[in-house]
């Protein structure tokens, strides 16, 4: 198995236009995802990110908010998922309930060190 | 990952919440910061939708909100009064209220008197019934704009501009959720049964598809009706005898619609769908609500509802005796074709035809096309059971041109069918 990296963009922002009820559903949804994820042996971990941090940019170390001014998108959260291709992760990764809010998800295999 | 699953997810628990919280807070805060109080709430369920989706629920999910919930409004509400001492001033004036102590003892007597100093609050007498409902739904039952929309059949934008004129009303109508002593008067319980009342028959009436929150609005009517009960006892036996009715009407829920989603008649319904336990609930309150003299029509309507469940079959129903209770309601009550129509469909299972049909054409239905959808569906029916199934197709076809909503244009094709099939 390698191990992969998957990280959640999306725009938090949607998320104050939800009802409390469609808010619950979609934490149902994700929590569902993510004992499938287990069962089937793919989860590792992961770790939802506070929406607010801080940008820093080139030579001058510019500090922002973050990259984008217009809206809160950002990172909400990363996984760590254990698949045999980023062919096989990448199925996985389209059931991420994020997708269906809008969100975007982006996979990177972790490059295994040498000890 | 933590120990605590998907299932254990409660139904509607941020819904349920919602109200519950917001209930607290403004009781401490008081209403000038209903905005936002709302959006502190909004914010400890987005808080909510990014932890616990990673990490599985807490112990206490409605604990844990709550928790959020007041460390986001000390911090909103102290940035809003940073140029005032409200703060300190206020804290000190409620030192009883314990609302910093003790966040996790969520329920019991403090959790109910803030849900109904709320609940008197959304049904401002200076409201509509109709805004009184959506406020109710939207700050105390933790509704979304879409959800009440969708339920009261107006548009989102109707919704929120009603709902944003209710709020500025009750800003301005001072400190009813912070005076020490809460003691509603009996015609203020009255209206809010009132607006319970009308918030189940919203979420009961069969005019649109099954498939939408009707459900959980009579849930919701009935838990506050439940809230109401034990106010006075003036009002007590009003309450249960609304309560009874409620649950009568409940217990045929299930089995008003066919499979293609067209309602069915009383006659139609398989009354082994019939729910007992809401049945007997029903006796159970009905029997409450007679140890007091009062007589209101929420005691005659429950009556008439017990008739219908404790019927073994359709042609067993006591008409005679619905029709003289149908009289007593008209009795009591304000002049309403509704009710005379009622007595009259009741009468027709006993008196002569032609008589039933003078009567009917007697009601003036001037332009309220719902009463005369009602009134033309009720003769179809009538005529069909007489077998005249020429002038019973005549008259659905009226009620079709009347009809508003898919699901009555669905009922009425139907009965048309049948009369031709007959025929």
């Known amino acids: 198995m390698k191990e992969y990296l998957l990280l959640i963009r999306e725009n938090i922002d949607n998320y104050g236009k939800m009802t409390p009820e469609e808010m619950q559903q979609d934490i149902a949804n994700h929590m569902k995802w993510v004992e499938q994820l287990i069962e089937n042996g793919n989860f590792k971990g992961g770790n939802p990110l506070m929406p607010d941090g801080k940008h820093i940019k080139g030579k001058s170390k510019i500090v922002t908010d973050g990259p984008y001014i217009e809206t809160k998108e950002g990172i909400s959260g990363y996984y760590f998922l254990l698949a045999e291709s980023l062919e096989a992760v990448t199925e996985i990764a389209k059931g991420c309930p994020s997708l269906a809010m809008g969100g975007t998800i982006e996979l990177r295999e972790v490059m295994q060190m040498p000890e | ?244 009715l409620m649950f009568f009407n409940l217990s045929r829920f299930e089995s008003r619609f066919d499979e293609k989603e067209i309602p069915l008649t009383l006659e139609e319904q398989n009354r082994d769908k019939w729910n007992n336990i809401f049945i007997e609930e029903g006796f159970s309150y009905l029997k409450e609500s007679t140890s007091s003299e009062k007589v209101t029509r929420y005691h005659v309507e429950a009556c008439i509802a017990s008739l219908h469940a404790a019927a073994p079959s359709f042609t067993e129903t006591p008409w005679p005796q619905i029709a003289a209770l149908y009289s007593t309601l008209e009795n009591i009550s304000a002049p309403n074709p509704l009710i005379e129509l009622n007595r009259i469909i009741a009468q027709s299972y006993f008196l002569p035809f032609n008589l039933i049909i003078e009567k009917l054409d007697s009601i003036y239905s001037d332009n309220d096309e719902r009463l005369q959808f009602l009134l033309s569906t009720s003769k179809g029916d009538i005529y069909k059971r007489n077998k005249k199934y020429k002038l019973a197709a005549a008259a659905f076809q009226q009620a079709l041109n009347v009809a508003n909503s898919p699901t009555d244009f669905r009922f009425v094709q139907k009965k048309i069918e049948e009369c031709m099939k007959a025929d």
């Open chain 2, 1 to 244: 990952m933590s120990q605590k699953g998907v299932e254990n997810l409660t139904a509607h628990l941020f819904r349920e919440n919602s109200g519950k919280m917001v209930a607290v807070l403004l009781r401490h805060y008081g209403v000038t910061h209903l905005d936002t109080i709302m959006d502190v709430v909004q914010d400890a369920f987005e808080a909510a939708l990014l932890k616990w989706r990673f990490s599985g629920l807490p112990e206490n999910p409605s604990a844990w909100l709550m928790k959020v919930a007041k460390n986001k409004a000390f911090n909103a509400i102290q940035r809003e009064n940073k140029s005032t001492t409200f703060l300190e001033e206020h804290f000190t004036s409620n030192s009883n209220y314990s609302i910093y102590e003790n966040f996790s003892d969520f329920e019991g007597d403090e959790l109910s008197d803030s849900q109904l100093r709320l609940l008197f609050l959304c049904c401002h007498p200076k409201l509509s019934p109709q805004n009184q409902i959506i406020s109710t739904l939207y700050i105390l039952c933790g509704f979304g704009i879409p959800e009440i929309a969708n339920a009261l059949l107006m548009k989102e934008e109707a919704a929120k501009k009603a709902l944003s004129r209710s709020k500025n009303l009750f800003k301005e109508s001072g400190n009813l959720l912070l005076k020490d002593n809460f003691h509603p008067s009996p015609d203020q319980i009255d209206m809010v049964n009132t607006i319970t009342y009308l918030m189940f028959n919203e979420g009961y009436k069969t005019t649109r598809s099954p498939q939408s929150i009707d459900h959980d609005l009579c849930f919701e009517a009935i838990r506050l009706t439940k809230l109401i009960l034990n106010l006075n006892d003036e009002n007590k036996s009003e309450s249960q005898a609304l309560l009874a």
